[in-house]
C-alpha cells in the first residue's frame, strides 16, 4: 500500500532562518506530488507541485522553492524565511485525476 | 478565476441532527471531492464523485454531485460526536488534471 511521510511535524524558526521540509512516498512510482500551505482552520493554498523528477510548477509567487530530486522525494525550501510563512505545510500525492493523500503536515512558526 | 464556494462556514449542532454542507461554483468540474480534516492532521479522503447526478453513500454520509458538475452537498445524517472536524470539497479542473479548487472548508462541531 502507498503511504506518505512528512517531516517535521513542528518547527520553530527565527525570521531570516532556512528551511527545509521533506516528504517521501512509498509504495507507488512517478507519483504526482503537491506542496499546501493552510491557514488555520481554513482552505488550502497550492504551493507547488510536480509531475516529474526535476519537474517543479509554482503557483504562487513567494519566498519558498521546492525540488523533487528523486522520484519519491519532494523538498520544500526557504533561503530566508519571514515571519508571513508561517501556517501549517502540508505534503500530497496522487495518481492522476483521482482523489489526494495527504502527509500528517508540519505546523511552522516563524518568530 | 475559479472558486468554489463552500457553505456554511461553521456549523454546530446537537447529536442526532442532520446536517448538509454544499459547494457551489459557477464552474464546471470534472470530479469533485470531499474530505475531512482533525486538528494538527492532514485531510482524508471520504468520497470522488465524477458523474453529473451522482449520489453516493457512506455510512450515514450523503455525497451528490450536481447535474451541471457545478456544485455538490454533503449530507450527514444523525450526527455523531465523531463527525466533528473540518469537511473541504475540492474540484478538479476540466483544464488540467494536475490541479484542484479548494473550497474554504466547513468547521463542523457536534456537542453530545
Known amino acids: 500500500s502507498q503511504t506518505i511521510h512528512q517531516w517535521p511535524a513542528t518547527l520553530v524558526q527565527p525570521v531570516g532562518s532556512p528551511l527545509s521540509l521533506e516528504c517521501t512516498v512509498e509504495?507507488?512510482?512517478?507519483?504526482?506530488l503537491y506542496w499546501y500551505r493552510q491557514a488555520a482552520g481554513r482552505g488550502l493554498q497550492l504551493l507547488f507541485y510536480?509531475?516529474?523528477?526535476?519537474?517543479i510548477s509554482s503557483e504562487v509567487p513567494q519566498n519558498l522553492s521546492a525540488s523533487r530530486p528523486q522520484d519519491r522525494q519532494f523538498i520544500l525550501s526557504s533561503k530566508k524565511l519571514l515571519l508571513s510563512d508561517s501556517g501549517f505545510y502540508l505534503c500530497?500525492?496522487?495518481?492522476?485525476?483521482?482523489?489526494?493523500?495527504f502527509g500528517s503536515g508540519t505546523r511552522l512558526t516563524v518568530v | 478565476t475559479q472558486l468554489l464556494e463552500q457553505s456554511p462556514q461553521f456549523l454546530s449542532i446537537q447529536e442526532g441532527e442532520n446536517l448538509t454542507v454544499y459547494c457551489n461554483s459557477s464552474?464546471?468540474?470534472?470530479?469533485l471531492q470531499w474530505y475531512r480534516q482533525e486538528p494538527g492532521e492532514g485531510p482524508v479522503l471520504l468520497v470522488t464523485?465524477?458523474?453529473g447526478g451522482e449520489v453516493k453513500k457512506l455510512k450515514r454520509l450523503t455525497f451528490q454531485f450536481g447535474d451541471a458538475r457545478k456544485d455538490s452537498s454533503l449530507h450527514i445524517t444523525a450526527a455523531q460526536p465523531g463527525d466533528t472536524g473540518l469537511y473541504l470539497c475540492?474540484?478538479?479542473?476540466?483544464?488540467?488534471?494536475?490541479?484542484?479548487?479548494w473550497g474554504a472548508g466547513t468547521k463542523l462541531i457536534i456537542k453530545p
Open positions: 500530497a500525492w496522487s495518481p492522476l485525476g483521482y482523489g489526494y493523500t
Open positions: 475540492a474540484g478538479a479542473r476540466l483544464d488540467s488534471n494536475y490541479q484542484l479548487i
Open positions: 510536480s509531475v516529474g523528477i526535476g519537474q
Open positions: 464523485v465524477v458523474t
Open positions: 509504495g507507488t512510482s512517478n507519483p504526482n
Open positions: 464552474s464546471v468540474f470534472s470530479s
